[in-house]
């Protein structure tokens, strides 16, 4: 397992359509990319991560669901669709991508999401709260959507100088470096 680095607001993968996944092309490496998938969210404190957000073009996200006093719940999605949305939901979001920015986003409250799971299984997910926020950010992601996107035009403006001093910063993180390095002693 490997912490990788996450591609910042600017490079266009973040911006491109993934690719859809073909389970059985891909479930020989799968278990190793989403293992490191997970490795760096939780390295930096993310609830999920869209497989373009670690340079990798395929329509795929995890996600973390953290509970107090138990165990996060740990969620893959390939392939993912929204089905129904309702309601609507205006809290306050940031992004792995997008490190010390945050905005409020129109979302809907709860959806319903057709994905398959880690085991190439067809699910249905029914989620609220947080967890719809979450699954709405990551499929946003994986078409190429990235959260500043669904600010309205004056929002966009006031954010702008702020991301252009933030981006500057972005060129130089690198998550890949938090990996442990064995110190020989
Ligand atoms: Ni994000």
């Given at each position: 397992?490997?912490?990788?680095?996450?591609?910042?607001?600017?490079?266009?993968?973040?911006?491109?359509?993934?690719?859809?996944?073909?389970?059985?092309?891909?479930?020989?490496?799968?278990?190793?990319?989403?293992?490191?998938?997970?490795?760096?969210?939780?390295?930096?404190?993310?609830?999920?991560?869209?497989?373009?957000q670690v340079g990798?073009?395929?329509?795929?996200?995890?996600?973390?669901?953290?509970?107090?006093?138990?165990?996060?719940?740990?969620?893959?999605?390939?392939?993912?669709?929204?089905?129904?949305?309702?309601?609507?939901?205006?809290?306050?979001?940031?992004?792995?991508?997008?490190?010390?920015?945050?905005?409020?986003?129109?979302?809907?409250?709860?959806?319903?999401?057709?994905?398959?799971?880690?085991?190439?299984?067809?699910?249905?997910?029914?989620?609220?709260?947080?967890?719809?926020?979450?699954?709405?950010?990551?499929?946003?992601?994986?078409?190429?959507?990235?959260?500043?996107?669904?600010?309205?035009?004056?929002?966009?403006?006031?954010?702008?100088?702020?991301?252009?001093?933030?981006?500057?910063?972005?060129?130089?993180?690198?998550?890949?470096?938090?990996?442990?390095?064995?110190?020989?002693?």
């Amino acid at each position: 397992m490997a912490i990788r680095r996450i591609c910042k607001y600017g490079e266009p993968i973040l911006e491109r359509k993934t690719r859809k996944v073909d389970f059985d092309a891909v479930k020989k490496t799968l278990p190793a990319l989403l293992a490191d998938m997970f490795e760096t969210m939780e390295a930096v404190g993310g609830a999920g991560l869209a497989a373009n957000q670690v340079g990798v073009d395929l329509r795929l996200a995890v996600i973390s669901i953290k509970r107090e006093d138990e165990p996060p719940v740990n969620i893959v999605i390939l392939n993912p669709e929204i089905t129904e949305k309702s309601g609507v939901s205006h809290e306050e979001e940031g992004c792995l991508s997008f490190p010390g920015l945050f905005a409020k986003v129109r979302r809907a409250a709860k959806v319903k999401v057709r994905a398959l799971n880690e085991k190439g299984l067809p699910i249905e997910i029914n989620a609220e709260g947080l967890f719809a926020k979450a699954l709405q950010h990551e499929i946003d992601h994986l078409d190429g959507l990235v959260f500043v996107s669904r600010l309205p035009l004056m929002s966009r403006l006031k954010l702008k100088p702020a991301l252009l001093g933030l981006k500057k910063k972005w060129k130089k993180m690198d998550e890949s470096r938090l990996n442990k390095t064995d110190n020989a002693s």
